[in-house]
């Protein structure tokens, strides 16, 4: 099938180049496309490829692509995400690159935000909070520093994907690797992390993500939780040099899973909270808390290994915050609340609910 190409092309190069796949996002896309050129900061291009849609996405951009001269529009046959995602890198040509995705709104100062946020700390990748709305209504905040975002990869990804504003160059060096379906996000952080290039998150609200049941997120779950699996395995042994491989294998199934001995992770959470300060501990505490809180229902003793971190932590310093978290995992111990388990699922509808 013939590529269909429609460039608008600018004289000048510009600072930003955003990049944003398309696929079927016919009910969305007008939308998302309207809050990228209502964008306060106006140097950048619009490279925007429909990978192969079915619906009438392409009509959609094609509108949209006469109107504005920052528009670069490629239509061509279905490659997926990964090389969609390559392909755009290739053809940018600003000296930053700024992912979009077809379902979701930018709020208007992002670009500003996260430039001036790029400029100041003199680092490579920067993200933002996240606005959900549609399925899910609640805030998500990211790691701050780079620091924080180093311990967070232990446990998931930095950043919102479709939030991150990195170096042309650092995008075009790694690139995403189709290897890693699914979770191309996941394993490009961890690989930059490991290179030496530096991460930040700014605390404003930088997009509004859109929740529904066609995101590869919902329709391909269990594959993004596998490949994650492997990403999460690399990180832990980049952490952690020393430490067997078999070892870290049961640590991540056990997190996958839910299932194990916070014992077997009381170790390492302890080496590394006497490691990092400031905003990396706390984020490695609520992180470390959600594992033990899956892992509670197993293990009885998940709290009081709860208690043995946060103590080791913030010395004898106790908020409530803590007397509540530490009384959840007594709960789950007691009532074996398993992940996936019936009771576990029930609370999680209840978080829903609570939180739309």
């Known amino acids: 099938m013939d590529c269909v190409v429609t460039c608008n092309h600018q004289s000048n190069r510009p600072l930003l180049s955003v990049l944003m796949p398309v696929f079927n996002a016919e009910a969305y896309v007008g939308e998302a496309i309207e809050s990228i050129l209502g964008q306060s900061f106006r140097d950048f291009e619009f490279i925007i490829i429909d990978d192969g849609s079915t619906d009438n996405s ?3 951009l094609k509108r949209y692509a006469v109107q504005d001269a920052r528009i670069r529009l490629i239509s061509r046959e279905n490659r997926g995400l990964v090389a969609t995602l390559n392909e755009g890198i290739a053809l940018a040509r600003g000296e930053w690159i700024a992912r979009m995705d077809a379902d979701d709104v930018a709020m208007p100062n992002r670009f500003i935000v996260q430039l001036a946020a790029l400029e100041r700390e003199r680092v490579d990748f920067c993200g933002g909070a996240i606005q959900c709305f549609g399925a899910l209504r609640s805030v998500c905040f990211y790691p701050l520093t780079h620091e924080a975002c180093e311990v967070h990869l232990l446990f998931g990804v930095p950043f919102g994907h479709p939030t991150v504003i990195g170096r042309h160059s650092a995008f075009a060096e790694l690139g995403y690797d189709p290897d890693y379906p699914y979770a191309e996000d996941y394993e490009l952080w961890q690989r930059a992390w490991g290179r030496g290039y530096k991460f930040v998150n700014v605390p404003e609200v930088v997009l509004r993500y859109r929740v529904h049941a066609g995101q590869v997120s919902a329709r391909k779950k269990a594959e993004q939780q596998n490949t994650a699996d492997a990403v999460r395995k690399r990180h832990w042994r980049a952490l952690f040099p020393r430490m067997d491989d078999k070892e870290i294998d049961y640590i991540i199934k056990m997190l996958h899973d839910g299932k194990g001995e916070t014992s077997r992770l009381l170790p390492c959470l302890l080496s590394l909270v006497s490691h990092y300060s400031g905003e990396a501990r706390q984020v490695l505490l609520l992180d470390s808390y959600g594992a033990f809180r899956e892992l509670a229902g197993s293990d009885r003793s998940a709290w009081r290994n709860w208690l043995t971190l946060k103590k080791q932590a913030c010395s004898d310093a106790v908020e409530v915050k803590d ?13 074996n ?4 388990s019936i009771r576990y699922q029930l609370l999680q509808k209840i978080k829903s609910i609570v939180l739309k």
């Open 323 to 335: 007397v509540f978290r530490t009384a959840v995992l007594w709960g789950f111990s007691i009532f």
């Open 337 to 340: 609340i398993t992940k996936g």
């Open 58 to 60: 392409l009509s959609v």
